[in-house]
């Protein structure tokens, strides 16, 4: 019985060691991983704001170009290249 339990104790020994060996590889991971999110979530954020920023200016030119249109029509034969911004 205390040869069983001696066995006992160095498996669990050897299996705390190995534990804690693969909690050592696992953090730099988690936090390798946790530096990615908030990149991602920074990235989003900034997309969001371009995003935001690409549709007033995409209406300003609509916008711009409807007005052109009413007050000059010569001007406009200049800008048949021209198209108007999707939204």
Known sequence: ????NQELEKFKFVLDY???????QIEP???DIK?????IQEVCALCS?????NSSFC???MLTYDIL??????QVSYLSEFTR???
């Open 35 to 39: 530096a990615m999110k908030d990149q």
């Open 49 to 53: 704001t371009h995003k935001c920023c």
């Open 59 to 61: 209406l300003l030119v």
């Open 69 to 74: 249109c009413q007050s000059s029509p010569t």
């Open 1 to 4: 019985m205390k040869k069983k």
């Open 18 to 24: 190995k534990i804690q060996e693969l909690k050592k």
């Open 85 to 87: 911004c999707k939204l």
């Open 29 to 31: 991971r988690e936090n």
